[in-house]
């Protein structure tokens, strides 16, 4: 049992010795509080720490008996799960993909058969951009809620409501049973969160993931968002990220290898101090989701053909 140093988020400069009666400025916080997300427990010393540790740990039996639907998932940052809201419905007379219903992506099982990668026609691609278009939309709703106190279940909301009033599907709702209608991912989720009643605060980065399907097509599209004031490495984080995603749509084209977008991509992430997350890629997008071709983020041997449709 010893208290360690502040989480590094954490300004710790002003913070007091909470021991009774001690009040002297602290210098260490909690593990175990750090661990669970439980804000304060400041300490001054060791001694005062270990004091404090019949009644201190009482805090950590009580956070314990909260919502957590993974016991035994091991969390990397502070950052817990929430309890979620119902999943929300769209009405019938909207267009859906195949999985809707039935949470299974049907079309995309099939096309995982072939090694082909789909060229989208010029009447493909005006769909597509108008899809697109509605998407960029939709995202812009959500931008204008986000701020401390809002919940990531309100923000998908927004989103689910923006959509259906353009006639369109929320493509994430019911894709392999996924429960809500967009992805928030907030400060060290990678992607693909799922919104819950947890609210935002102050210094949070959030990540809002929109897809939306319509006239047969999906548009996918995502933006980082800074809550309230943030820290300047975390502005750094999401403007090098920004950087390596332009610096890698710059160079699509026609006869450009793979691996040459994810060389820009890892080369600039690692000028600048970063690295880049290999779990996940871009991808092929048209009247399936997700599908051919996978687009890595670091080198590949692929070489890229005029009329694919891919997010970056």
């Known amino acids: 049992m010893a208290a360690c140093d502040a989480d590094r988020t954490t300004d710790i400069t002003e913070k007091l010795c909470e021991t009774r009666d001690c009040n002297k400025p602290a210098k260490l916080q909690c593990p175990t509080c ?7 427990s400041f300490f001054c ?21 909260k919502y ?9 940052g502070i950052l817990r799960p929430f309890p979620k809201t119902d999943t929300r419905t769209v009405p019938a007379h909207i267009g859906r993909p195949d999985y809707a219903d039935t949470g299974i992506a049907i079309g995309e099982q099939l096309a995982r058969r072939s090694a082909s990668i789909k060229v989208l026609s010029s009447e493909e691609i005006k769909k597509m951009r108008l899809v697109c278009k509605l998407a960029r939309e939709v995202l812009d709703e959500a931008a204008k809620v986000i701020k401390p106190g809002v919940t990531a279940d309100e923000i998908d909301r927004v989103v689910h409501e923006a959509s259906v009033e353009r006639d369109c599907y929320p493509s994430p709702l019911n894709y392999y049973k996924f429960p809500k209608s967009c ?20 210094g949070d980065i959030c990540n809002v993931d929109v897809t939306v399907y319509y006239g047969g097509h999906h548009g996918d599209l995502n933006e ?10 975390r502005k750094r984080l999401v403007q090098t990220a920004y950087e390596c995603m332009m610096k890698g749509i710059e160079i699509v084209k026609p006869g450009v290898r793979y691996r040459e ?46 009329g694919y449709l891919m997010y970056l």
């Not at 750090?34 to 304060?40: A, F, N, T, Y």
Request: glycine residues 8%; contains cysteine; hydrophobic residues 30%.
């Open 68 to 76: 957590n639907p993974w016991p035994h998932f091991q969390f990397t």
């Open 261 to 306: 977008i994810g060389q820009e991509i890892q080369r600039h992430a690692q000028q600048h101090g970063c690295s880049v997350v290999r779990t996940y890629c871009g991808h092929g997008i048209h009247e399936l989701f997700h599908t051919a071709p996978n687009v890595p983020h670091y080198a590949s041997k692929m070489v890229l053909i005029g």
């Open 34 to 40: 750090i661990k669970l997300g439980i804000k304060g």
């Open 224 to 233: 980082t968002f800074f809550v309230g004031t943030v820290s300047e490495s």
């Open 183 to 202: 992805c928030v991912s907030v400060n060290e989720v990678i992607c693909h969160g799922i919104p819950d009643t947890r609210p935002l605060e102050n």
């Open 45 to 65: 010393s060791q001694e005062c720490f270990k004091g404090s540790w019949k009644l201190h740990k009482t805090v950590h039996k009580k956070e314990e008996k």
